[in-house]
C-alpha cells in the first residue's frame, strides 16, 4: 500500500511539472504578443532608433522567439529570472524583496480564514436547513458575489475614512509593534478574507452535507451515537479530501485577489511589483512573476491531491 501511495505521488508531481513546463510556453507566447515594443518603452520616446536596437541586442530581443524561450527556459532552470528592462537589475533580486511579503499576507490571512471558514460550513452543515444555516448561505453568497475591490472600497470608507481606526495604505515597514501589524495587515487581511472564508466555507458544508448523507454516518446515528461523535469520528475523517480541495482552490483566489488588494492598499508585495512592470512593459519581470503565481496555484492543488490520497483508500486505487 505504501509503496502505491508513493507511486501516485510521484505522478502527481511528475503531471505537475508537465503542467508547469506548458504554463511557461503560455506566459512566455502570451506576454510576447503584447503590443509595444519593450526596448522602445524602457528607454522612452526621444529614444534614437540605434539605442534600441542596440538594446534589443543586448537583451536578445532581436533573436527568434523559440531562441530566446529556450534561453529562459535554461535560466528558469539555474534560478536565473534574466535582467529588468526597466531597472537593469537581476529580476531573482526584485522579487527576493517582494516575495516575503506576499507570503506573509498570505499567510496572516490563511490563519485567518481557514479556522472560520471551515467552522462556519462545519456548523452549516450540522445545523442544515435551520435560520444558522441559512444565514451562513446567504451571507457567504452574497460576499462571494461581491467584487473584491468593492470590498476594499467599503473598508477603506468605513474603517479608515468614517471611524478612523485603520490607515487606508499598507506600507508593509518594520514591525515593531501590534499597531504597525494592524497598520500593515489589517484591512488587506480583512479584504482577503471575506471572499476567502465566504468561498471556503459553502465548499466544506457541501462536503460535510455530503459525508452526512452516507451510509456508514446512517449506521452510526442508528447505534445511538451522539452528534458530535457522529461528525467528528465519522463525517470529518472522510471529508478530509474534499475539505482540503476546498481550501486549497479558495487559497487560489489569493493568487488573483492579492493583485487587487496589493495595488489599493499600496502593499510592497509581489502582485504590486508585477502591476507596475506591466505598465513598464518589464516582460521578463512580468513572466517571472506571472510564472511564481502559476507554481503557487499548482503547488495549492498538488497538495490537496496529496491529502485526498492519503486520507481515502479508494482514491489509492
Sequence with gaps: MNQTI??????????????????????FTITNLLPGDAAQQALGQAATPETVAALRLQFGLDQ??????LHWLAGLVRGDFGLSLSSNLPVSEMIAGRLPKSLELAAITTLVSVPIAISMGILAAVKRGSLLDRIISLGTLALVA???????????LVFAVKLHWLSALSYGGEIDSFHDFMRAYAMPVITLCCVIVAQM????RAAVIEQLG????????LKGARPARVV????????IGPIANAVALSLSYLLGGV????????????????????????????????LIFCLGYLILVLLADLCAIVSNPRLRT
Design 64 to 69: 527568434p522567439a523559440y531562441l530566446r524561450y
Design 232 to 239: 467528528l469520528l465519522h463525517a470529518l475523517p472522510n471529508a
Design 259 to 290: 493583485i487587487i488588494v496589493e495595488t489599493i492598499y499600496n502593499y510592497p508585495g509581489l502582485a504590486r511589483l508585477m502591476v507596475d512592470a506591466v505598465s513598464n512593459r518589464d516582460m521578463p519581470l512580468v513572466q517571472a512573476c506571472t
Design 6 to 27: 508513493a507511486a501516485l505521488i510521484v505522478k502527481r508531481i511528475a503531471l505537475t511539472l508537465l503542467i508547469l513546463l506548458i504554463v511557461s510556453m503560455i506566459i
Design 201 to 204: 466555507a459553502r465548499m466544506t
Design 146 to 156: 461581491t467584487p473584491e475591490f468593492l470590498i476594499a472600497t467599503f473598508a477603506v
Design 214 to 221: 452516507s451510509s456508514y454516518v446512517e449506521m452510526a446515528i
